[in-house]
């Protein structure tokens, strides 16, 4: 089985209506990163932060994956498929994904303030101010903030190096070291790049085919042309 690596971003989920972060409507044309997104701003305003991720968890319950999550899960019956996400939602799980790496968190999980090795299952969508962890410590969200390092970059790196297809799909390249995945695919691997718009492509160095569409559509056709180019 040929391997695919598949490293999406939030034009992902956007089909299945969530925001994504920098689009004209983006999340962050509505709210400031220094005062949701950032370890300073948890410390600061500790209800702002917290009530901001209820809000999109609370969305994300609300939401189903698109045809392109569907469409990405079925590839695992002919590829063995690997998705890396910069995503905080669980659509490409509930769409049937086995194996996905969040390199930027889980809106699903907690962790506690002192041991980031701590983390929780969430129930529902609402974190209350005063949750604690099994260690007693308050719970702040499994969200990767600006300025926090990025646990899962080697992980992801160890898999992009690995890919034998790569397909990228719904992300403006944009946030390092999370973009910068692209520059670990080996030599001369195909990659295909899912997005209506025109992210920074300059990052990428393989073999590139810009399929101009959005995820729900663009997604399916891609899968049927790899099974037809590679496992038929
Ligand atoms: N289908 C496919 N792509 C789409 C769609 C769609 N329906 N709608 C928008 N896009 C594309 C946009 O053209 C853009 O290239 O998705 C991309 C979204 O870019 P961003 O909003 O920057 O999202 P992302 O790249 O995931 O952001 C990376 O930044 O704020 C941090 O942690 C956050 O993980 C996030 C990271």
Not at 172 to 183: D, I
Request: with cysteine; net charge negative.
């Amino acid at each position: 089985m040929k391997k695919i690596v598949v490293f999406t971003g939030a034009g992902m989920s956007a089909d299945s209506g969530l925001a994504t972060f920098r689009d004209a409507d983006g999340l962050w044309a509505n709210y400031r990163i220094e005062d949701v997104c950032t370890p300073e701003a948890l410390l600061r305003d500790r209800a702002k932060v917290v009530g901001f991720y209820n809000e999109r968890r609370r969305e994300m319950l609300l939401r189903e994956p698109n045809a392109g999550h569907i469409a990405i899960a079925e590839l695992e019956n002919l590829f063995e498929v690997e998705v890396v996400t910069q995503n905080v939602d669980n659509l490409h799980e509930r769409a049937g994904s086995s194996r996905v790496t969040h390199l930027h968190g889980e809106l699903t999980k907690l962790r506690s303030t002192v041991n980031p090795d701590i983390t929780v299952d969430i129930e529902g969508w609402e974190q209350r101010l005063d949750d604690c962890g099994p260690d007693g410590a308050l719970l702040r969200p499994h969200i990767v903030f600006f300025g926090e390092s990025v646990p899962m970059f080697d992980t992801a790196v160890r898999i992009a190096s690995s890919a034998e297809i790569f397909v990228v799909v719904g992300t403006s390249l944009a946030v390092y070291p999370a973009a910068s995945l692209v520059r670990y695919i080996a030599p001369g691997v195909p990659v295909w790049l899912v997005d209506p718009a025109d992210p920074d492509m300059r990052v990428i160095r393989n073999p590139l085919t810009h399929i101009r569409a959005r995820a729900a559509e663009g997604v399916p056709a891609l899968a049927d042309m790899l099974r037809e180019k590679y496992a038929l």
